[in-house]
């Protein structure tokens, strides 16, 4: 995290807020739509609407957090926020939420600013060098890191809760289950996994449906802990994980299958892993891809692609469709599992506040407060419908060797429990 | 059907076939890529894989039709069958179902040849006036045509069959139900509909569920039929039927919902469509669209496009997308249900045999066979991929009153009997 701000020293509350200043808070609160929440300065004058009750206070420490703030609110508001010259006084989640509300009823959202943005930036594209370099930078932190605040399995996608109150670590095994009926894995089947991360999906369907699997990651630190739990679990002989983009992949499989990996690469690298899923895949064979996106195409969030997710762009169901469209692929079925990620974003981001003392220690407070923002930011873009979370299945074209209905997916109660426990 | 052919005099089978039509023969087999179907020509000669028993003989009874047949296969076919120059000897949809297989490997379907014919067709345009007109093509032939081969209640969509081997007339009721399922119709809500045929479905969605409805539709016959059946059903209070264009919906709903529609406009019209959404659909609103599709865009078989369907064009997801994507609405469920099309249309095809002489009396045997060989053709191209149905939920962006799973959907049988039954 060589880019992330060092904290700077905060000025004194003393100095008075100029007339300019008071003006700057006002258009940066008209910008965002007055939502409920409180804009504080560094010298404690307010700014809220008066008819409403805030949920929560966002205090700007310093006159140069605020000019920077309005001049470009949606990436410098994590770079002040990470570095403590912006405190928000509250539910850090649930203020996010009321600002990503207000910002879309202000018009702010998917209107005519984002759409030039959208011109403006170039879509990333992601070359095998630079996956690979994105890739390091956020998931080999460190698998410790992952540790305190994943599932006990790190499963670091989207989970899937049949009943809301279900825990985390039943909500990950649930969405595995899931993803596997949407498959209808069959032993002895030939699935190949693009994208795996610390292989608790292939370890799943390994061992509870008796396929063999090809798991293919480029994160070095991720591929070397799931060989060891394979070996711990005697699935050595049937889950073999090749550290290499899943661009690469060789070989005929029954079933491909990707979850969380698409939204990390550009629409521009779509042809590539089209022309590898028609490469790989059996004349009989079945996929499904499981991604982050959007109702409408657009950039992500500035700050989360910079500090968080280089290279990420999560797609609009027409920029997924360049995949299948043009390749004789056919949609079987798209379902949209957005709040199921604002629901695991939440159990993240509470395990990762419990444990905020230890993040602080392994890095730093500039490094917490980041991802901290970054889970309830993530949390506010699910809620609220500035993300959503896809899952595709797909065959070729004229394969009728397809469910008659949807029925069998919910006959009977998913498993969501750990055999190991 | 003032544009159907007159039957023309077959000539006599006296008449040898000559060296340039036995290679015609050959080359119109390599081209639909030999499937196990046997081409006959008038004086009796034959053309067959040698590995493979024939499931039906084509026989083309002049040099005429040959000569035609050869210059371009998707038109003539339907043209020269029609007025009984060429003739299958067999099962027709089973035919033909083993002429779209072959197309397809011997890479016609979805090749270099249809972008190229899909790069020239202009997408149909349908403005009110055409769009008026290309509905009395079709819709206006007559209802006691339809009545002899659709179900009891004239459902002239893909039907829902829950279990295979229901009746049509269960399944039709099945799929209104499971429509109003997916809408999660509440009593006292406020539907439109667009796009209405003879009314079934919104008659259903007031009986069985107590909402309002609006239903729109350009075609004269089945607006007088449907209000009809309103008035009978002591419905009218609660359902109006409006002979009008679906783009002049006026007014706010709680549901939008438009069942087999879409695939006649272009997507030229999807624009004006879209707005007459966003302007009709409450905030809290949600919609379904139900409509023919493709796996990849491309033109509508040339010779349905002619007789049976002016202006018809089936959307691939991603040019359905273009509905959704630039209006902020939110895609949440897409199911395709490509093999309850090709079985309802078995059905159909069934019922419209059985009734064959009427047919011919009705009208006469060039517009008996041209419909039959539409609901064969049609039977075929569902069967292998050609076709597809889709049908997308959707609300706005950003609403979250959705339901937590799918499990609802399945949880209780669907109702498969009218109640007047």
Known sequence: MSNAHKPVPVRTLEEKSSKADRWMARRLMDFIGWPPVQLVLWD????????????AAIIVRDRGALRRLVTNPEFEFG???????IEVDGDLAECLVCVYRALRAAGQVGGLRKRLLHALAKHPHNDEARARENIHH??????????LWLDEQLVYTCAYFPAPDMTLEQAQIAKMAYVCRKLRLEPGQRVVEAGCGWGALALYMARQHGVTVKAYNISREQIAFARQRARREGLDDRVEFIEDDGRNIEGEFDVFVSVGMLEHIGVDSYPALAS???????DRGRGLIHSIGRDR?????SWIQRRIFPGAYPPSISEMMTLFEPNGLSVLDIENLRLHYARTLQHWLQRYDANGDRVARMFDDTF???????LAGSVAAFSTGTLQLFQVVFNRSGNNDVPWTRDYLYREPLPDQSPAS
Chains 1, 2 share one sequence.
């Open 44 to 55: 404690g004058s307010r700014y809220a609407r008066e008819d409403a009750d805030v949920v």
């Open 79 to 85: 770079e002040m926020y990470s570095c403590g010259r």
């Open 138 to 147: 956020h998931y080999d932190i460190g698998n410790d890191f992952y540790r």
């Open 276 to 282: 590898v899923i028609d490469r790989v895949l059996s």
């Open 297 to 301: 195409p657009g950039p992500l969030n």
């Open 368 to 374: 917490r407060r980041l991802w901290r923002l970054y």
